[in-house]
């Protein structure tokens, strides 16, 4: 199933403008909060209505501004799974799921009631109220309430955000594979890149109601090409840098001189390094290697992170070392070693415009 969505709605403090394709694959929506990913699946859905542009599911047309076509959300073929799962207090689940069957004959709305309970496991708690389930099975419940329709198109507006640690890693599982037999286009919206990476095969960046990055997961994460991109993916060095040759920079604020490996791209305005890929040098390595002080760290609990000053430095360098390299011999009872020569790799350095 395919979704065209070509649309504008002025919003405060900017304009939504959103302009993507997508067919038959999962695509994560990512971005800081109010920037308009959530608005963007409002609008596909039929609850808000843009001002101009179009929106057309699976070839079908359900917006259209020019031509006066403002398709009703029922009607659209979204399923629709909110944040805070929106079930009725007042009514089981069984009555939850068949409210939205209502249009179809009580012998076959209470079977198919019974066949969706069934699949995701929730037919032994039918008669249950949402106050009376755990977070858990309230997901489930409206997930089976959203997929007894036969969408053609999934969007999941930040399923996880209101869950601790341990039941997000949990219920992120159940989703998924209660998702996996569904082939058409899932729309996943997010500020949380891990999430976003697991879940999803491609990426919309969104900033200020605009896409400013799109791309499948594993090229936007190599190469985000912005800055907002580039932080939203997690990368914690960011800085502006100047040309001194073919192959050289200077980083003003890191105060290093660095070598690059690959054409700078014309517009590009600054450079980066993932906080991991920082390293001690190997042997015989001598570029772009560097004596640094260590002048903090903080632990958490699966890694160390490093926070890196030569005498010129102006904004320290995060360097992160994972306790599963082995590199943390005695974490969490880390000693810092006060100065360290550490290789910034040429071939990792990604080039970014503003």
Not at 189 to 218: F, K, L, P, Q, W
Not at 318 to 326: F, N, P, Y
Request: some cysteine.
């Amino acid at each position: 199933m395919s979704i065209e969505v070509a649309i504008k709605k002025r919003l405060k403090g900017f304009t939504l403008d959103i302009d993507f394709t997508a067919d038959n694959t999962r695509v994560g929506l990512l971005g800081a909060s109010g920037c308009g990913k959530s608005m963007t699946l409002k609008c596909i859905a039929g609850i808000e209505k843009p001002d101009s542009g179009h929106i057309i599911i699976n070839g079908r047309t359900v917006f259209d501004s020019g031509r006066h076509i403002n398709v009703k959300p029922r009607e659209r073929g979204c399923g629709f799974l909110f944040q805070n799962y929106a079930l009725f207090p007042n009514m089981t689940i069984a009555e939850n799921i068949g409210i939205v069957l209502h249009k179809i004959p009580k012998d076959e709305r209470l079977k198919r009631t019974r066949e969706i309970l069934s699949r995701f496991e929730i037919i032994s708690i039918a008669d249950r109220k949402p106050a009376e389930l755990s977070g858990g099975q309230q997901q489930r419940a409206a997930l089976a309430r959203m997929m007894v329709l036969a969408p053609e198109i999934i969007m999941l507006d930040e399923p996880f955000s209101a869950l601790d640690f341990f039941l997000k890693q949990q219920i992120e599982t159940n989703v998924v594979q209660l998702l996996s037999d569904f082939k058409g286009t899932l729309l996943f919206v997010s500020h949380n890149r891990d999430e976003v990476y697991r879940i999803c095969d491609a990426i919309r960046i969104i900033s200020d109601g605009t896409i400013c990055r799109s791309g499948t997961c594993a090229d936007i994460f190599a190469d985000p090409e912005n800055v907002t991109a580039a932080r939203l993916t997690g990368c914690k060095n960011i800085a502006s840098f100047s040309r001194t040759g073919n192959r050289t920079i200077f980083v003003r604020d890191w105060g290093l001189e660095l070598s690059v490996h690959k054409d700078i791209p014309a517009a590009a305005t600054h450079v980066g390094i993932r906080a991991h890929y920082i390293r001690p040098p190997l042997p015989g390595e001598t570029e772009n290697c560097f004596d640094f002080t260590i002048r903090s760290f903080r632990n958490s609990p699966f890694s160390v992170s490093e926070y890196l000053e030569t005498t010129e430095t102006n904004v320290p360098l995060d360097r992160e070392i994972s306790v599963d390299t082995g590199n943390v011999l005695r974490h969490p009872d880390y000693e810092m070693v006060q100065r360290q020569r550490l290789c910034i790799p040429a071939d990792e350095l990604i080039f970014l415009s503003d």
